[in-house]
Structure formats: C-alpha cells, structure tokens
C-alpha cells in the first residue's frame, strides 16, 4: 500500500522555525522525485519546493527562497521540510508528492502521482 505521511505541522510564530517530515511507503522512493506543495483556504494548491531523485536540483518558489530548504534522506525514505522565518502568508495545509518525473522538478500537481493527506502550518504570534 502506497503512503506519504506528513508530520511536523503545528502552530509556530513568525521569524522562529519549523520542520516537516515526510515518510513513504509502498513503492520504490528512491526513484521519484519530492514535491512540497501547500494550500491555503480559498486558494489553489501551489508548488513550494521540489527535489529531484538524486537531489541534484532543487526549485523553490520565489516567495520562500532563502527561507525554506528541501531535503531528502533515501536510507529513511523521508522528504523534509524546513521553514525557517516564516510569515502569516505561510499558513496553509502542506502536502508532500512524488513524482516518476524524477530528473526533473515539475511544479504542476498534475505531474505528481502520490500525495499525502497534509500537515495544517498555522504562522501566527
């Protein structure tokens, strides 16, 4: 059975840190490329960051370069998530994804095939 957890999520106050993990299970990890994807109420999902297979390329959307970093440990078949400085504008429910996309860093959700069920981040003082 295929499954992406997400945990690490919680309440954290702006300018302090955060770190989500992201455990899978079920298929062949090694051989997909991660995604960090997040949403907002009344919004739409939105790429964060992706990491390709052998993490040799990372993207970050504009809004949280510098602040966030993607990485992954395939020994522990987990993705994180760190989230450092973050703003109000950072609250949403966080998913990780992996794509068989895994030389590349697709930031379309369509080109993800497994998701998790997401992690609520609430930045707030």
């Known amino acids: 059975q295929v499954q992406l957890v997400e945990s690490g999520g919680g309440l954290v106050h702006p300018g302090g840190s955060l770190r989500l993990s992201c455990s899978a299970s079920?298929?062949?990890?090694?051989?997909?490329?991660i995604g960090w994807f997040r949403q907002a109420p009344g919004k739409d999902r939105e790429i964060v960051a992706c990491?390709?297979?052998?993490?040799?390329?990372?993207v970050y959307v504009d809004s949280v370069k510098g602040r966030f970093t993607i990485s992954r440990d395939n020994a522990k078949n987990t993705v994180y998530l760190q989230m450092n400085d973050p703003k109000p504008e950072d609250t949403a429910i966080y998913y990780c994804?992996?794509?068989?996309?895994?030389?590349?860093?697709?930031?379309?959700?369509?080109?993800?095939?497994?998701w998790g069920q997401g992690t609520q981040v609430t930045v707030s003082s």
């Open positions: 994804a992996a794509t068989v996309r895994f030389f590349a860093c697709p930031f379309s959700k369509d080109e993800y095939t497994y």
């Open positions: 079920g298929f062949a990890w090694a051989n997909y490329g």
């Open positions: 990491l390709t297979r052998d993490g040799d390329k990372t």
